[in-house]
């Protein structure tokens, strides 16, 4: 695992969820209705993940797995309005929370910024030999292909299944349309949507290369 500088996304990231005050906050399983003035949204309780031995948070007795149904006088807030919250407030200010199954509110106040963040994937490096081992099964598979444009199709299923499972392990995105997904990830589905409809085309047409053929 690596750590990042405060100037890096991966630690931006990290003071949106909490690390400033000792804990991460991210997404429970539990899902929740609130009623807006644009209709019904749905989204999944914040949680605590993490907490920080020593720090305000541990102070305050807050422990990884309790999920957060008030913060800054806000009942039922969003993990999207917290990590918001959190990200304007920086260093400064304290914040206020209530966890399931407490009724006392929990006071934190900021602790001193460390330089780096907390050690995360290098899902960079990850991306890298990803895109080698591709390279190297799509070189294996072109000698067998039966058909101009299967190892393009090859292509454009393997590289969403990584890039979907790698982004499970990045901290830096924030999931999209009421989803936990990350936009790549969404795109990563409809991708495969799309090149199954590839395969069926592909499968339709006669054995041939016509490029090898014209050599």
């Known amino acids: 695992q690596v750590t990042f500088p405060q100037e890096a996304p991966p ?5 949106e969820k909490g690390l400033l005050f000792g804990l991460q906050i991210g997404e429970s399983d539990e899902r929740v209705e609130i009623a807006t003035d ?5 989204y999944y309780r914040p949680r605590i993940d ?5 720090s305000p948070a541990a102070e305050q007795g807050l422990k990884p797995g309790e999920t957060i149904v008030e913060f800054n006088g806000h009942a039922n807030p969003t993990p999207k309005n917290i990590h918001r919250t959190l990200k304007e407030m920086g260093t400064a200010g304290i914040i206020t929370m209530k966890t399931a199954g407490d009724s006392s509110k929990k006071h934190l106040a900021p602790i001193d910024p460390p330089e780096r963040s907390l050690p995360v994937h290098p ?10 081992l591709l390279c190297l099964v799509l070189l294996a598979w072109y000698p067998f292909r039966r058909r101009d444009g299967e190892v393009f199709a090859l292509l454009l299923t393997l590289y969403p299944i990584t890039r979907f499972l790698i982004e499970a392990i990045r901290i830096d995105e ?7 997904l990350s ?6 589905l409809a991708l495969l949507a799309g090149v199954a409809g590839f395969w069926v085309y592909l499968l339709r047409q006669p054995p041939g290369n016509l490029w090898a053929n014209r050599k």
């Open 174 to 180: 924030h999931g999209m349309f009421g989803t936990p």
């Open 183 to 188: 936009i790549s990830q969404i795109v990563s």
């Open 123 to 132: 899902t960079q490096i990850y991306s890298a030999l990803n895109a080698l």
């Open 50 to 54: 993490w907490v920080l031995p020593g």
């Open 11 to 15: 630690y931006g990231r990290q003071v």
């Open 38 to 42: 644009q209709g019904t949204e749905t």
